[in-house]
C-alpha cells in the first residue's frame, strides 16, 4: 500500500485530503506544524509527501532536503500550494511536481501515480 | 519662422516663457563646445542662461559628472546623430532633446534643443509604479487566501459525492461542518475586503463623536455574540475626536475586537479604552493584557495581509489593522503600536486635526 504523509498548516485541507486518499486505497497521514515533519517521516514512512509551500516557519527548498535526508526511501515530494506560480517553483525547490489548490481528486491521484512511475523507471 | 511674424523682443519673452531650457550649442576652433544661446526657466534654475555663461566652454559650465554623462551624447550630435536622452543633473532628472543644424555643405554647424525638467514625472511615475507592484501583491494575497476556503469547500464535496452511494453520517456531518466554517471564513474576507476598499473610497463626513457611547455600543455587541466570554472592559467616559461615525466605529470595532480575541487564552482578560497625551495632542488608546506581539515586527502589523500569529491559533484575514491604519490617514491621523510578547498589546491611534489636548479624565501611562 502506497503511504502519503500530507503536511499542511491548514487541518480542515489536510484531514480532507488524507479522507480522500484512505478512500482511494493509499494509508495517509497529516502533519499540520513545521516541527513536527521529521518525526511524521519517522513514523510514517511515506513513499509520497504533499507539501504545502506556505505554512508559517517554514522555508521550502531546505525542508526538503531535509525530506530528502529523513529517510530511506527514495520519496516522491509533490509541493502542495494554493499559490499561483507553482508551476515556476517547483524544479527550484526540488520537489518532484506539483498540485495547485483546490484540486479534483481525480487530478491529485494521477499525478500521484504518474510521479511514482517516473521514479519505479530510475530505480 | 518669419522675423516680420515675431519681433525678436517677443520672441525672447516667449522663450523666457518656456519652462525647458532652449539652446544653442557650437564647437568652437579650440575644439570645446560652448552654449552661444541658453534661455527659459530650467535655464534660470541651472543659472545657465546666456548672460550668466560669459563665452565660457560647457566643461566650465556644468557640474563634471553632468559633463561627463552628456559630452558623448553632444559628439554624436556633432556627428550627425542626435538622439533623446534623460540624465540626472544636480538631483534633478532631466531630458535632452537636441536636434542638428547644418551648414551649406551638410556639414553639423550647431546642435540646438530643448531640455526638459523631469523630476516630477519621474517621481510620480516611480510612485504610480510602486502602487501598482502594490495593487499585484495585493489581488495575487487576496486569490491566495480565497483559495484555502475554496480548497476546502470543494474537498469536502467531493468526499461526499464519493460517498454518495455508502453514505456515513458521521462523515458527512463532518464535511458539512468544514463547509460551513469554510463559507464563513470567505465570508468573512470578502467583507473585510469590502470594508478596506470602503476606508479609502467613501466620502469622509466628519463630526464631533461621543467615542466613550460608540465604543460600549462595540463591546455591548461583542458580549451578545460570545455571551460565555469573561472578561474586563474598561472604557473612560467622556471620550471624544472628530470624524467619520462609521469609519471610526469600524476602528473600535477592530481594535476592540482584536484585544477581544488576543486575550482570548487568559482567566484575567482586561482591555482598556482610554487616551494619554503624548508630545502634546490626546491620543486614544486600546490596551489589552493577551498574547502581544514581538516589537521589531510592528511595522508589519499596518500592512494587508501580514500575519504576526499563526492562523490555527488565532483566526484572521489579516485586513483588519491595514484597514484601520488606512481610516486614521484618511482622516490626517495615524496609528502605532506597542507590546512585548505575553505581555498584551496596546494601540496609540488619533483622528488628526489641531485639537488642543485636553487633560484627560485619569491619565493613564501606557509602558512610559
New interface residues.
Given amino acids: 500500500m502506497i503511504r502519503v504523509l500530507v503536511i499542511d ?5 489536510a ?3 488524507v ?2 486518499l484512505e ?1 482511494r486505497g493509499y494509508k495517509a497521514a497529516y502533519v ?1 506544524d513545521v516541527e513536527g515533519i521529521a518525526e511524521a517521516i519517522k513514523r510514517h514512512q511515506p513513499d509520497v509527501i504533499l507539501q504545502d509551500a ?1 505554512m ?1 516557519g517554514l522555508d521550502l527548498k531546505p525542508t526538503i532536503i531535509a525530506q530528502r535526508g529523513a529517510s530511506s526511501k527514495r520519496m516522491v515530494i509533490l509541493v502542495f500550494t ?3 506560480d507553482a508551476e515556476r517553483i517547483w524544479r527550484i525547490v526540488g520537489a518532484d511536481g506539483f498540485v495547485e ?5 481525480d487530478a491529485l491521484v494521477k499525478e500521484i501515480e504518474s510521479r511514482m512511475a517516473v521514479r519505479a523507471m530510475h530505480s | 519662422m518669419r522675423n516680420d511674424a515675431l519681433p525678436d523682443v517677443e520672441l525672447a519673452n516667449l522663450v523666457d516663457l518656456s519652462p525647458d531650457m532652449l539652446f544653442r550649442c557650437e564647437r568652437r576652433a579650440d575644439g570645446l563646445l560652448y552654449l552661444t544661446f541658453s534661455e527659459g526657466r530650467l535655464a534660470q534654475t541651472l543659472h545657465l542662461t546666456t548672460r550668466e555663461n560669459q563665452d565660457r566652454p560647457l566643461l566650465d559650465l556644468v557640474p563634471a559628472d553632468v559633463f561627463e554623462r552628456i559630452l558623448p551624447e553632444y559628439e554624436q550630435c556633432f556627428e550627425g546623430h542626435p538622439r533623446e536622452f534623460v540624465h540626472e543633473w544636480a538631483g534633478r532628472t532631466v531630458r535632452h532633446r537636441p536636434q542638428c543644424v547644418f551648414g551649406p555643405d551638410q556639414d553639423v554647424m550647431a546642435v540646438v534643443g530643448a531640455i526638459s525638467d523631469e523630476t516630477e514625472l519621474h517621481r510620480l511615475s516611480q510612485e504610480l509604479r510602486a502602487s501598482e507592484d502594490e495593487l499585484v501583491a495585493f489581488s495575487y494575497n487576496v486569490s491566495q487566501d480565497l483559495r484555502t476556503p475554496l480548497t476546502i469547500l470543494d474537498s469536502s464535496l467531493q468526499l461526499l459525492e464519493e460517498r454518495s452511494q455508502r453514505p456515513s453520517p458521521e462523515a458527512s456531518g463532518r464535511n458539512m461542518v468544514r463547509m460551513r466554517h469554510a463559507s464563513q471564513r470567505m465570508t468573512k474576507l470578502i467583507q473585510d475586503l469590502l470594508g478596506f476598499g470602503r476606508a479609502a473610497r467613501s466620502e469622509l463626513q466628519l463630526q464631533d463623536i461621543d467615542v466613550t457611547a460608540l465604543a460600549r455600543g462595540v463591546v455591548e455587541k461583542m458580549r451578545a455574540q460570545d455571551p460565555d466570554r469573561r472578561i474586563d472592559v474598561r472604557i473612560l467616559p467622556g471620550l471624544t475626536c472628530r470624524g467619520d461615525k462609521i469609519l471610526v466605529r469600524n476602528v473600535l470595532e477592530q481594535l476592540l475586537g482584536n484585544a477581544w480575541k488576543y486575550t482570548g487564552k487568559r482567566n484575567d482578560a482586561r482591555v482598556e479604552l482610554g487616551s494619554v497625551i503624548r508630545g502634546g495632542r490626546e491620543w486614544l488608546f486600546v490596551k489589552d493584557n493577551g498574547v502581544g506581539f514581538d516589537p521589531s515586527q510592528a511595522g508589519r502589523l499596518f500592512h494587508a495581509f501580514e500575519r504576526l500569529h499563526d492562523p490555527s491559533e488565532f483566526e484572521g484575514t489579516g485586513i483588519g489593522l491595514a484597514t484601520v491604519a488606512r481610516i486614521l490617514r484618511r482622516h490626517g491621523g495615524t496609528i502605532r503600536a506597542e507590546a512585548a510578547p505575553g505581555e498584551g498589546a496596546t494601540f496609540l491611534f488619533h483622528t488628526g486635526g489641531s485639537r488642543p489636548a485636553k487633560t484627560p479624565a485619569k491619565a493613564i501611562e501606557v509602558y512610559a
Avoid: G, R, W
Fill in positions: 498548516d491548514e487541518a480542515d485541507i484531514a480532507t485530503t479522507e480522500m478512500l499540520t506556505q508559517p494554493a499559490s499561483v489548490k483546490p484540486f479534483a481528486f
